[in-house]
């Protein structure tokens, strides 16, 4: 079992900053790939970001590419999402999210999720 915990949501102006981040506990974290989803009322949750087991590889949303960035910390066993020049339409509840691997984008299907954070981006 994985436990993930979010944190660094808010209300932030258009065009500003936000850093999520994202604690894990419960197993060895360099074995879990990691991402981040957002979700939208009435919609279903959607990938922004992912990275491999090292964070050397990234993968990006078309939405945020250029503005978001994803890391993670194996030693603190914890990954980031650096939000930058933030929209209104970047506005929904964010998750954490995480699997046993492989490392697959388009096929990232999670096993466990963190709580959410809500994101509001203010025009």
């Known amino acids: 079992q994985v436990q993930l915990v979010e944190s660094g949501g808010g209300l932030v102006q258009a065009g500003g900053s936000l850093r999520l981040s994202c604690a894990a506990s419960?197993?060895?974290?360099?074995?879990?790939?990691m991402g981040w989803f957002l979700q939208t009322p009435g919609n279903e949750r959607e990938l922004v970001a992912t990275?491999?087991?090292?964070?050397?590889?990234?993968y990006y949303a078309d939405s945020v590419k250029g503005r978001f960035t994803i890391s993670r910390d194996n030693a603190k066993n914890a990954v980031y999402l650096q939000m930058n020049s933030l929209k209104p339409e970047d506005t929904a509840v964010y998750y954490c999210?995480?699997?046993?691997?492989?490392?697959?984008?388009?096929?990232?299907?999670?096993?466990?999720w963190g709580q959410g954070t809500q994101v509001t981006v203010s025009s």
């Open positions: 999210a995480s699997t046993r691997g492989p490392f697959a984008p388009k096929a990232f299907r999670p096993e466990y």
């Open positions: 419960g197993r060895t974290f360099s074995s879990l790939v």
């Open positions: 990275c491999s087991l090292d964070g050397s590889i990234t």
